[in-house]
């Protein structure tokens, strides 16, 4: 499992909360859902990604994709860098590097402030998502 | 009846962090002209004051995901200039890997993903790895290779924590160093070739006369440290920048911009690097240069991808040097105390000069910190260049135009990030 966000962006943390507080499964986490995240699941069969959404829902809805299937627009998934969750996940299928398995999970976020700690419909759906993993 | 034209772009792609364009031509006249840089700024100058000197290296590293040895390496330079403390040739050696480790992942990125598309008619990495998959399998693989040596050596790819003023907290052990050999043969082997792949692009015939401004080492290719030269002849120590340099704030940019004292534009980055410093270029490099048509100076700012692969192929050759003499140093770290003291220092980013200037307490405690990264050096560079191309090429449609003049922004691979920061922000339009 990899969890993606950042520490000092509210919600953008929820993929990283999720990934600390696994128990049964192997976790990694990295700020962005860029071109590590490809090295990351390297060797893996069976991967789930949990990142923060922007998708207008409401805050702490949790949507579940395939990520063999799904095209992702570059939007869907919040970075500050060039290449971000969509884009890795768009690469990694063009070049045959996906995972067997591939989901993904969006934690819609609710905040991105400087500094907050997780909003709590989005603390909710960590504790949903976590409970749901490691009994997966 | 106008001939008057407005390219404007609001959102550059393919940079790291965010900035825009904006063009006003009258016929092939330029009216108007700014690289803005929309991100606001970062005030880590600011958050190092009161912090203790042993710190910097952590805090500045901070300032950026793609190159934070060049923060650390610079910022110890600073430390231990000020301290009057010299590192062992064990620690220097371990210090030159790790910053290898770090041109290869910044370049990796750049020459596969944000610039070798421009080149090849693609809108990004993505869309070129369908057509060029071996490609950008090798622009993974390499940029792979540098997250590794940084694990190695740092402890973890991003953001380092075995790097501390003085030298490192651990030494890696002789067998944890060779573990990278197999990998750096195969990097060598990629670097070159690639060397040969971008020399085939096509390049837009532009050459400007630059002041390069580069760190030139007594018998190393300019990276560590070292004194700083340029093309016309300068030749200081870190501690006499303040002096020749000078930064001044511009509306459209919160980057400030820098320029010679009484002078203008100048030019950071491989290329400076690279034709002040050919001369040490390791074997394989100068060959891969020479045979990319690359004489011992470029000064077309489109081939600098091919600078970044010679670079690569340089990376990787003197790493393996590295790794294949590297002995346990007995003393990871030396003792640095620069209470009361003012230091300076500077090393090669992946994009260029990056200067420190720490003054220091008498408590250990920072004083007064401050941080010129290579973007906020080339601003004016990168104006000057636009400014150049335009009335060459005004006859283009304002699609080609604009297209082109992105490519000339990304030949500098400029971090936005460096220098100022991301925040969630609206583009303001400037209408006139």
Sequence with gaps: MIGIGSEFRGDDAAGLEVARRLRRVNSATCIDGSLDMINLWDGWSDVALVDATRS?????????????????????????????????????????????????YGIEAGSFAIGAPLTPSVAGAVDVLVEELDNA | MSSERRIEVDYLARVEGEGAMYLELDGSEVRDLKFKIFEPPRFFEAFLRGRKHSEAPD???????????????????????????????????????????????????????????????????????????????????????GNEIMTVVGGREIHPVNVKVGGFYRAPRVEELASLKKELEWGLGAAIDTAEWVSTLSFPDFERDYEFVAVRHPDEYGMLDGRIVSSAGLDISPEEWPEHFIESHVEWSNALHARKVGGGSYHVGPMARYSLNYEWLSPAAKEAASRAGLGPVCRNPFQSIVVRSVEMVHACETALEIVANYKQPDAPSVEVDPSGKIGHGVSEAPRGLLYHRYEVDDDGLIADAHIVPPTSQNQLSIEDDLRAYVPLHAHLDDATLQWQLEQAIRNYDPCISCATHFLDLEVKRTDR
């Design chain 1, 56 to 104: 207008g829902s409401a805050p702490g809805t949790i949507q579940r994709f395939d990520g063999k299937k799904t095209d992702f627009p570059s939007s869907a998934f919040v970075s500050t860098h060039a290449i971000g969750t969509g884009e890795a996940i768009r690469l990694a299928r063009e070049m045959g590097l996906l995972p067997d398995k591939l989901t993904v």
């Design chain 2, 59 to 145: 805090i500045t590293a901070r300032i950026c995901g793609i190159c934070p040895i060049a923060y650390q390496m610079s910022a110890c330079n600073a430390l231990e200039a000020a301290a009057g403390a010299t590192i062992t040739n064990g620690i220097r050696s371990l210090r030159r890997l790790i910053y290898f480790g770090e041109w290869l992942e910044s370049h990796g990125l750049h020459v596969f993903f944000l610039h070798a598309p421009d080149f090849l008619g693609y809108d990004n990495g993505i869309a070129m790895a369908k057509d060029h998959p071996e490609r950008v399998e090798a622009g993974l693989r390499l940029k792979k290779l």
